[in-house]
């Protein structure tokens, strides 16, 4: 049995590209230049660098404080491991009544249901209790198929009633969940960005692991340079991208897993038959917005390789590099001229 380390290892590559290419620009520049400042904390149970650049060290140091104090906020909004959190009263009325909810989560959820649209319920946020069943880091076992079966009327994102007026949200089964796990990291680096330039910052990066979203650029370079890694490779890099004010996101099977007879079971879920999703290695989505490019990595991922590239190429602003199950590189066309080889 072979275990993946956490996302935090596995996305490092990509991070620490990013940090040793910022901190080489910092040490040129003389003190009038633009001053950088870089932190990495823990939250949302993974890796945080925040990287702001201005002319004055003390608008970078706290605009860096700024982006980490936003996703800590965030992280109480929304997380459904805390009994207090917003979606943890959705979840816990369930089957009983409507809860109103902020207009941030509610905006928040609004958006996934769109995302879940899009990729035909390839993403789906109503997908907790299945998700807890196979508890892939913890548990290691694959779940009777009956126990997924008698789930499946729980994990039904069409049936979440939502009413726009009242902003309230409404689950209508006992034992069906909502949670933003799939989504959140990419809002919190959107939200983390516009605090961060609200703060005086000219540019900067947030990173989450694997959801990283950059804005602004870095003295003498053109965009924030960000390494895609190989899905099966460890340490090898499949292109280089510079990010201009937009979001990467990465979903791959190679994040969270373990191995049963030579099989390979990870934790991005197939909705339509809770088994995992077996068209993809890895799916990177570049977009404007971290939100997006979040929900889609995973949506695209469920969807395969064929479905997932249409979407891409037919939404405006979203481009992606999918890897499929044989391991053979997709590149979509707004992509291939800006993909370099690393
Ligand atoms: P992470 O960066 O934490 O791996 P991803 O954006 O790759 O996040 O989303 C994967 C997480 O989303 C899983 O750990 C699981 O909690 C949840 N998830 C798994 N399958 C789906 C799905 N089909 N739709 C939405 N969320 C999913
Ligand atoms: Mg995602």
Redesign the pocket.
């Given at each position: 049995m072979k275990t993946s380390q956490s996302?935090i290892s596995s996305l490092a590559i990509v991070v620490l590209l990013l940090l040793v290419m910022l901190g080489g620009c910092a040490e040129l520049q003389p003190s009038s230049q633009p001053m950088i400042a870089k932190r990495a904390q823990m939250h949302m149970?993974?890796l945080v660098t925040v990287t702001a650049v201005s002319f004055d060290t003390q608008v970078s140091d706290r605009a860096v404080q700024a982006a980490f104090d936003e996703i800590k906020r965030l992280e109480g909004l929304l997380s459904t491991w805390r009994s207090d959190s917003e979606l943890s009263q959705v979840n816990a009325e369930a089957g009983r009544q409507s809860v109103s909810v902020s207009r941030e989560t509610f905006e928040l959820v609004v958006r996934s249901l769109e995302m879940a649209q899009l990729t035909r319920g390839?993403?789906?946020?109503a997908?907790?209790p299945a998700?807890e069943a196979w508890s892939?880091t913890e548990q290691q076992q694959v779940p009777d198929e009956q126990v997924l079966e008698r789930l499946k009327p729980l994990v039904d994102w069409t049936s979440i009633q939502i009413d726009k007026k009242l902003r309230t949200i409404y689950l209508p089964h006992q034992g069906m969940r909502i949670?933003v796990?799939?989504?959140g990291?990419?809002y919190a680096a959107d939200r983390a960005v516009e605090v961060m330039k609200r703060a005086g910052a000219k540019g900067g990066v947030v990173a989450?692991?694997?959801?990283i979203k950059a804005f602004g650029v870095l003295p003498e370079r053109s965009g924030f340079p960000v390494g895609i890694r190989h899905p099966r490779e460890e340490g090898t890099l499949i292109g280089l991208i510079d990010l201009h004010d937009e979001a990467v996101?990465?979903?791959?099977d190679y994040?969270?897993f373990f191995e049963r007879d030579g099989v390979r079971y990870h934790?991005?879920?197939?909705?339509h038959t809770l088994q995992p999703?077996r068209g993809c290695q890895s799916v990177t989505v570049i977009a404007k917005d971290g939100t997006i490019a979040?929900?889609l990595?995973?949506?695209i991922?469920?969807l395969g390789p064929e479905n997932g590239m249409a979407l891409v190429e037919s939404l405006p602003d979203v481009e992606a590099i999918i890897v499929d199950a044989d391991g053979a590189l997709m590149v979509s066309s707004g992509l291939r001229d800006r993909l370099g080889v690393p």
């Open positions: 996302s149970g993974t390839g993403f789906n946020i997908l907790g998700i892939v949670d796990g799939g989504v990291k990419g989450l692991s694997g959801d996101s990465t979903a791959g994040e969270r934790h991005i879920l197939d909705p999703a979040d929900g990595d995973t949506g991922f469920v």
